[in-house]
Structure formats: structure tokens, C-alpha cells
């Protein structure tokens, strides 16, 4: 925890307009030069339904969502469900305010529209104020914005109060406004910001704000970005112009957005009928010489087990996204989890082969995007780019820079009519798309309608032409060939070398991770540095073909590891012990899976808890840790 | 040479083509009416002057899935019921393609039937050839969809207490351009409906009455067989979406009173099909996708210039 951060809590109901209002607020804090990170919570609801948004900002690299918030701006909740005795959701209207305050910071700012609520409703709340040395405005930012223009408007009343109590500048917000509200409603939003700011300066003294906003500066342009635009800007920039899909939350936002930039780029998108059509689509696509992707969630992806066998089997590169929230089933479908490891790992049948790649940030999740397409397409197989609903919906500023890169539509080994006619052909003019004996398994393909390319793809076990065959010898040639193109890849992304390191070289113990918790398990290294304890991280992206060797020399380097990861089997320690074939004794878990993502601190304590003090106690938070074999 | 130039390619086929060397002797029971589609096919597609590497055959899986392994065209043999998603997609990404799908009643109607539904409703240009024998084979004598009421099998000791699935009126439901049902015993007709589909615009779906000497002994082999276009007795407007329906109607329930009917149910020759709508509201490029990634003179657009502006 810093002092020089702010971490705005917006919250209010789902429906409410509270993504928007937080987006465009952490995009104004971004353009005035500092760093930021959003954490949305939200639940699986159509209207109402308690719902917040944070925004942390600091003149530093911001790479979690922080511990707690120091700033809270409660709205309404204008779908609240009236409260009925006993009814299970108690008072919902109370909750933008009730629901937020145990996260609260001592010496935070509460902010609230007391014309939609009322402290008398919450329990010893003047008690809580005092002892927690919190300050609190009661504003009536719905009174102001019906005046002055709808009653919607109320958030843009928040944000000017917001700005006047942290002392910071109008100015990026307007101009935020103006850039993405329409005419009509821009005027009095103007107006009502403007309103609220004045009001709070002559109300109350902010010459020495309770909680300031930090300032900073950026040596180049920021973007504002989630995991989902930068998986579906990596797919544009490789050349992915074809995308078929099913809705499910989260990996919705990946669809829509391609989706909508598609058209544009002369690609086509598909919305079909279920997930095993969307899958097979993409697999069509492939087939037929397009850059093709398909997505979805848990139990949607269990849907696409079959056609990925078939692209497997027919060696059709496709990429599939998978982007995880709670389960088992439906699941807490708005809340992240990264406990599909093990079903996209071995869903579909017999000895299969596939690439699974687990980006840890919005950077690396632009870099794995397009590493997936190219590794799809160069060694036609199946790839997933696995993520969540963490990862895909925080917002994080990226340099521009990042992205400043060429674009690659190459197919891999996909050949010309003039390189086909070369190329070992039947008597009958069949081409042998599936040669025996090639460089690093891959044997290159023909698109239909090529002059000489004839072949069949099938699911069954097939000879060289592509014809089903059962004979013991090509069933062995086959399958052996197939499996070569995972050790060509693993020495292929050696060279690439995803992987994310922090803490010092020579340190004592290590955590390690995958995915989405890597950047909060970095800071969480960061401070048991800064407090004397000598660790290091390493992030892990590759999960199929795992980096054997990498991960080997980081838990050999350390007395011990602590594994950090959203499950609630250990998933991830189970595939690193599987993989490195021992050290159990060396290997603890430190796991969280009520829904929400682990906090710096969480990690921070848990470590000290399991590795220092060893009990593994971390009292008051809601992770589980389990002890190494032999502990 | 140009990247697809067995497209559209002006010369004479011939029908031996379509035989493969590997196994020019399909294994399909003797007396099988699966044949007969092979054989409408091969006088079929020379007729149309569509190559076997301008073609796409896609099938699912079942005795039908076999046709893939005696039409050497280009081929995907899918999985069980899905061979109508990989084949539209084919189409999009390549319209210059000629698509056939092709697969058992099981494989469309059962397993795959909600692809048929939705494959059908978009109005995909291609030709749909669902083998019906009423049972499935390959698994060796179980009820299947279109079985009739009361078929005994392993399965169904007791008689299938279930209605059979009626597939040209759930085809024009779903919304279909252009309905058929042909039988292997009728191979005049088989040809000519054949032809008429694959020169359809739009989604064309062939309901093919394919006996099964082996595990369907107690159905009719589908003779004698009445052509509705030729018999005096049938008149109706193809064209007419209720007279269709109704023809439809009469004709699924005399299949199991032992009249065979078949012919041209519906013919909608204005509705534009899925890749022309898609074009239409600029959701598909008027070139050929699949030509793209072989163009050299292409600029591939790059999200740098074109999105990221809108994110700081």
C-alpha cells in the first residue's frame, strides 16, 4: 500500500452506466501523465445488482489492482429490487454504499448521493466513520443532474465532485466528454460536471484534499486497453480476417470486437448456432485458405472438444480463444477463475496434440495473440490462447509503441500451384498432403481450388494422400510425425521466450504463476523485497508444450516455491510437478477461488504465512494454501 | 499460373475424374442405394462443368461419410453432424468454390439437425445430399430419426414410439431455397435433381432415398416410385410456398403407407442467398477472401493505424 496512488471506487448499479463513467475517468487520469489499471466486479445480472469499478492510478508502473481503495464514489443502484422481509438479497439500494466499505482504506474519502442514500441504514455506520478516520460528503448529485438534465446523468455529477476533492484539473475529463458524447447530451453533462466541481470547492475546503491525485508524466502516447482488444488487435495485425463465434461471457468481448472491426478490413464474421458450429466454421475457413479464429468460455468450449480433435487430426491451423471464468457448469459466469487449465489442456480425444498459451498481461497478451497465429499456421495445429475474465476486461495504459509493428498474413507452409506441381503426387494425381518423413512434422498443404493440390482431410487416421488407412506402419509414422511438430515448437518459443521474470536472480525462494496473476504476483515480489525477504517470480505463458527445462532451473535456483494461481485443485502445480516429474517436497500452493482476483497483499501475507512462518495462516483473507507433499 | 486455377477453368471433363485410383470400388453393401449418389454425382458434376479441384466435397460421418473416399474431388470428412458448418464456412471464404455437403439422416437430422436448421435459414449457396435409408447402417441396424413409428431395432426392441422427423417440410421451414427428394432406384431423376442443386442459388437440400438391403430389410426399397412433376394425379406449384408445404405434407405421410413420391417441392429462385445478403450489407468482401493472403500487391492493415487512435 502507497500513499501516493489514488484507487477510485465507483460503484452503484449494474446497468448504471458505471463501466463507462470509469473507463472514460481512468483514460482522463491516464492523459494527464499517470499510469493506470481498472478491476471491474460485477454480477451475472440483467439490471441492478450491486456492481463497482476501480481505477488505480500513480505516478508508478500500476500493474494490480492494489489493496483496497481509497476513494469511494457511491451512486444509486437505479434497479434495485425492493426489499421484502427476509428476501435473500436484503436491502439492495443501501448496497453501493454498504457493500463497499470494508475495503475502505483508513483515511479514505467517501463520496455519496445522498439523495438515493441514507446512512441511517447502515448499521453503526457514524462508529465505522470515526474509527476509520474516514471523510465523508454527502452530495446530492441526482438532484443536481435531474436539475440540470436527466437523472442518468448523476455520474458525471460524481466525477466532478471527485475531481474537486482530489484537486484535480477539469480539463482531460472534458475533454473526454467531448470526444465521446454525442451533441445532444454533451451540453448539460458539461454543465453538471462543471456544477458539482464549483459546488464542492465553495462547500467544503480542498486546498489540502484528503486523498490527492498524484501527478506524473508519459515520454510517449498511452492507450488504454484491455486483454480482449489486444487479443483481437494481435489476430488483425497477423492476418486474421475470418471469426466465428457463440455469445458467452467473457470471451464475448474478443468476438464483439473483432466483430465490429472486421467489416472494415474486408473479413467476415459469423454468429452461429452453438459453439461446435463456430468452432467447425473456423475450422472450414482454415481449410479453405483464411486466417480463421473461434472463442468461448468454459462450458461453450467444452462444445468445441470435437472439431478441435478434427483439427488436430486434418492438421487445419486454427486458433481458438478460451477465455475462463468460475465453474464447474455455468459457474459464476462474471467472475474470473483459471481453473479451465486442465480442461483446455486434454479435452478431446486420443493422443491429441495442441499449443496452449496463457498470456500474463494486455502486452504480452498482443504478443501471444499473434504468436498463436503464427504458430497455428506455420506447424498446422491447433492453438489456444488461454485467459480470463481478469485479464480480458481490466484496463491498463500501453505505450502506443507496442503495437507499432508489421503486420504478418503469411499461411506457413502453404504452397503455390507452381511449388505444388514438385511436390509427390499419387498415379492418379493425388497429392500427398501428408508426407511421412518432413522437416519438424510439418508437412505442407494445399488450399481447394489449387491446380494439382487434390486431397482429403478426415478425421479417421489417413495415408499420405489424406485416404483413410489402418495399416500398423503409416498408423505409426503418422501419429509419431504428428507429435514431432510439439518438440520443433517448444524449441521454436525458446528462442521466443515468453516467460516474465521478477525479483532478483540469486534470491532465496520463488514464486511461480500463470496468466492474469503474474502482475500482481510481481508487485506482491516487489514489496517482500522492499521488506527484507529475498524472492523472485517467474510468469509462465507456455502451458502446452510446457518450458521444462525453464522451470526446472527456477525451482532448482530456491529452498522453495509458492504457487499462486485461481484455482481451487491446483491446477498449474499440478502440471509443473507433472511436467518436472519431482520436486513435491519443494512446491506449496497458495490458492483463491471465491471469485475475485488475489490483491498484492493477499500474496504479500500468504508468502509470509507459508514460506516464513510455515503454518500457511494468513488470517484474514480468503486464500487457501497447501503445504508441500511431506510437509 | 494464378493461385486458384482450377476455378473456372474452360475444358472437357470427364466423369472418370471423380474415381479415385486408391479405391475405385466402394465397399457399400451390394444392393446399397448409397451408389446411386455417387453415381448422380459423377454424371452430375462434369454436366455442370465443375473439376474435382474446383470442387469441395464435405461429409460427416456414416456409410455416406464414405462417398468422400469414392468422389475424388477435394474432401473434407468431418465428424458426426458437422459437416454443414465447415462447408459454409468453406463457401465465405472462398465463393468461387463449388460446396457439397453431403451425410446420412442420423448425421443431418440427428446429431447434426441444428446445423441443418441454421445452415438452411441463411440460405448458404451450396448443395445439401442427406443419404435417407430410414436407419442408421454403419452402426449396424439402429432406429434413426427418420425411422417410422414402431421400428423395431436393438435399440427400439419394443418399436420406435416416436414419430419420424419430417425433412422437406422442416428444410422449407427453416428456410430453404430449394427442396427435393430424389430415390437411388430413379436415377434419371437423381441426376437431373442433382444438377438443378448445385446450379441453385442458395441452399439446395436433396432428400436422397437410399435403401439399406442389410439393415433395414423391412422397408420398401422405394418402388415404385411416382415423380410429382410427371404424375397427373399431383399438381402443385413449386414456386408456391403453402403448395409446397402441403405437397410436403402429403408426401412424408404416404412414405410410410408404401407410396413412394419425389421430385421438385420448392423452388425459390429470387431469394438472394447468404453470401449475397452478407455482401450486401458490406459484412463481405466482393473479392474472394482466400485470394487475399496470395496477393502480393496487398496492404494488410495493421491495428496500429486503424483502431488504436480511439484508446488514448
Not at chain 1, 459457474?331 to 496452449?356: A, F, I, N, W
Not at chain 1, 500474463?360 to 501471444?368: F, I, R, S
Not at chain 1, 502451458?543 to 484455482?567: G, H, I, K, N, Y
Not at chain 2, 455442370?48 to 462417398?67: D, M, N, Q, Y
Request: glycine share 10%; proline share 6%.
Amino acid at each position: 500500500m502507497t500513499d501516493d496512488e489514488l484507487i477510485w471506487r465507483i460503484s452503484g448499479g449494474s446497468g448504471d452506466g458505471i463501466a463507462s463513467t470509469s473507463q472514460n475517468f481512468a483514460k482522463a487520469l491516464m492523459r494527464s501523465g499517470l499510469n493506470v489499471f481498472t478491476h471491474r466486479h460485477y454480477p451475472s445480472r440483467i439490471r441492478g445488482g450491486h456492481t463497482y469499478t476501480e481505477v488505480r492510478a500513480s505516478a508508478d508502473p500500476v500493474r494490480s489492482r492494489g489493496d483496497g481503495y481509497n476513494f469511494l464514489l457511491a451512486l444509486g443502484d437505479s434497479f434495485a429490487r425492493n426489499p421484502q422481509e427476509e428476501a435473500v438479497y436484503g436491502n439492495e439500494e443501501i448496497k453501493p454504499l454498504s457493500e463497499n466499505l470494508d475495503e475502505l482504506r483508513e483515511g479514505g474519502v467517501i463520496v455519496y448521493d445522498e439523495g438515493l442514500l441514507d446512512t441511517a441504514e447502515i448499521p453503526n455506520f457514524d462508529e465505522r466513520v470515526e474509527e476509520n478516520d474516514w471523510h465523508v460528503y454527502p452530495l446530492d448529485l441526482r438532484g443536481l443532474a435531474r436539475d440540470m438534465g436527466r437523472e442518468v446523468m448523476r455520474n458525471t455529477a460524481g466525477v466532478g465532485a471527485t475531481c474537486a476533492l482530489t484537486g484535480m484539473d477539469l480539463e482531460h475529463v472534458e475533454d473526454l466528454m467531448r470526444d465521446a458524447m454525442p451533441e445532444k447530451i454533451l451540453d448539460p453533462n458539461l454543465e453538471i460536471l462543471e456544477t458539482a466541481y464549483d459546488q464542492v470547492r465553495e462547500e467544503y475546503d480542498v486546498d489540502a484534499p484528503d486523498v490527492s491525485v498524484p501527478t506524473g508524466e508519459h515520454e510517449e502516447t498511452q492507450l488504454l486497453m484491455s486483454g480482449s482488444d489486444a487479443i483481437a488487435y494481435g489476430a488483425i495485425d497477423e492476418g486474421c480476417r475470418f471469426i466465428a463465434g457463440y455469445p458467452m461471457t467473457p470471451w464475448t468481448e474478443v468476438f464483439t470486437i473483432m466483430t465490429q472491426n472486421l467489416p472494415e478490413l474486408g473479413g467476415i464474421s459469423e454468429q452461429v448456432e452453438d459453439e461446435i458450429a463456430a468452432a467447425a466454421l473456423a475450422v472450414g475457413a482454415s481449410h479453405a485458405g483464411v486466417k480463421a479464429m473461434s472463442g468461448s468460455s468454459g462450458g461453450g468450449f467444452a462444445l468445441m472438444s470435437e472439431p478441435l480433435g478434427l483439427a488436430e487430426m486434418t492438421e487445419t491451423p486454427l486458433v481458438l480463444v478460451e477465455a475462463m471464468r468460475a465453474g464447474p457448469s455455468t459457474g459464476m459466469p462474471t467472475k474470473p477463475e483459471q481453473s479451465d487449465l486442465e480442461h483446455v489442456l486434454y479435452t478431446s480425444q486420443g493422443d491429441s496434440q495442441r499449443v496452449v498459451l496463457a498470456p500474463g498481461t494486455v502486452e504480452e497478451a498482443y504478443e501471444q495473440s499473434r504468436l498463436a497465429f503464427r504458430l497455428a499456421y506455420e506447424y498446422q495445429i491447433p492453438t489456444i490462447l488461454l485467459y480470463d475474465q481478469k485479464l480480458g476486461g481490466e484496463l491498463l495504459n500501453v505505450p502506443k509503441s507496442h503495437f507499432d509493428r508489421e503486420p504478418n498474413p503469411t499461411l506457413g507452409k502453404t504452397l503455390s500451384e507452381d511449388a505444388l506441381a514438385d511436390e509427390p503426387h499419387s498415379a492418379d494425381g493425388k497429392f500427398h498432403r501428408f508426407q511421412h518423413d518432413v522437416d519438424d512434422g510439418v508437412s505442407p498443404r494445399s488450399i481447394p481450388g489449387q491446380k494439382g493440390g487434390r486431397f482429403l482431410a478426415t478425421g479417421n487416421e489417413h495415408d499420405p494422400t489424406g485416404h483413410i488407412a489402418e495399416s500398423p506402419d503409416n498408423r505409426v509414422a503418422q501419429i509419431d510425425r504428428r507429435g514431432q511438430k510439439l518438440d520443433a515448437i517448444r524449441a521454436d518459443l525458446d528462442t521466443v521466450d515468453t516467460g516474465s521474470y521478477a525479483g532478483p536472480e540469486d534470491a532465496q525462494y520463488g514464486i511461480l504463476t500463470f496468466g492474469s496473476q503474474q502482475g500482481t504476483v510481481e508487485e506482491a515480489v516487489g514489496r517482500l523485497n522492499d521488506a527484507g525477504i529475498s524472492v523472485k517470480s517467474y510468469g509462465v505463458s507456455d502451458m502446452l508444450p510446457f518450458p521444462t527445462e525453464q522451470v526446472e532451473a527456477f525451482v532448482e535456483s530456491v529452498d522453495e516455491v509458492l504457487v499462486v494461481e485461481m484455482t481451487a485443485s491446483g491446477q498449474f502445480r499440478g502440471l509443473v510437478q507433472k511436467n518436472l516429474g519431482r520436486y513435491g517436497e519443494k512446491l506449496s500452493s497458495l490458492l483463491k477461488y471465491n471469485g475475485n482476483p488475489f490483491e498484492p497483499a493477499e500474496i504479500v501475507d500468504g508468502f509470509e504465512a507459508a514460506i516464513i512462518e510455515g503454518d500457511g495462516d494468513a488470517s484474514g483473507h480468503q486464500t487457501t494454501f497447501v503445504p508441500a507433499a511431506g510437509d | 499460373m494464378s493461385t486458384f486455377s482450377a476455378i473456372g477453368e474452360e475444358r472437357e471433363i470427364d466423369r472418370d475424374e471423380y474415381t479415385p485410383s486408391v479405391e475405385p470400388q466402394p465397399t457399400w453393401c451390394p444392393g446399397c442405394g448409397d451408389f446411386s449418389v455417387l453415381k448422380a454425382l459423377k454424371q452430375a458434376l462434369p454436366e455442370v462443368g465443375r473439376s474435382p479441384e474446383e470442387t469441395l466435397l464435405c461429409t460427416g460421418i456414416g456409410c455416406s461419410g464414405k462417398l468422400n473416399s469414392y468422389l475424388d474431388t477435394y474432401g473434407f470428412h468431418t465428424i458426426h453432424g458437422r459437416s454443414l458448418p465447415v462447408a459454409r464456412a468453406a463457401k465465405l471464404a472462398n465463393p468461387d468454390l463449388e460446396v457439397i455437403a453431403a451425410g446420412g439422416d442420423g448425421d443431418g437430422y440427428g446429431i447434426g439437425g441444428n446445423h441443418f436448421i441454421h445452415t438452411a435459414r441463411e440460405n448458404h449457396d451450396m448443395t445439401y445430399i442427406v443419404f435417407n435409408n430410414e436407419i442408421f447402417g454403419l452402426t449396424k441396424g439402429q432406429t434413426s430419426p427418420t425411422s417410422p413409428k414402431g421400428h423395431k431395432s436393438k435399440t427400439q426392441p419394443h418399436g420406435s414410439a416416436k414419430e419420424p422427423l419430417k425433412p422437406l417440410s422442416l428444410s422449407l421451414n427453416a428456410g430453404a431455397s430449394y427442396v427435393a427428394r430424389t430415390a437411388a432406384v430413379n436415377p434419371n431423376q437423381a441426376k437431373e435433381i442433382i444438377i438443378e442443386a448445385i446450379e441453385h442459388d442458395g441452399f439446395a437440400h436433396v432428400d436422397f432415398l437410399t435403401q439399406c438391403p442389410t439393415w433395414n430389410k423391412d422397408a420398401r426399397q422405394y418402388v415404385p416410385y411416382i415423380d410429382v412433376q410427371e404424375s397427373e394425379e399431383y399438381d402443385f406449384d413449386p414456386t408456391d410456398k403453402v403448395e409446397a408445404a402441403e405437397m410436403m405434407r402429403e408426401t412424408e405421410e404416404a412414405l410410410h403407407e408404401g407410396k413412394v413420391l419425389t421430385g421438385r417441392y420448392y423452388v425459390d429462385e429470387d431469394r438472394p442467398s447468404y453470401g449475397q445478403e452478407k455482401r450486401a450489407i458490406g459484412e463481405m468482401p466482393e473479392e474472394p477472401l482466400a485470394e487475399r493472403y496470395w496477393d502480393d500487391e496487398y496492404e494488410w492493415e495493421r491495428s496500429h493505424d486503424q483502431f488504436l487512435d480511439k484508446h488514448a
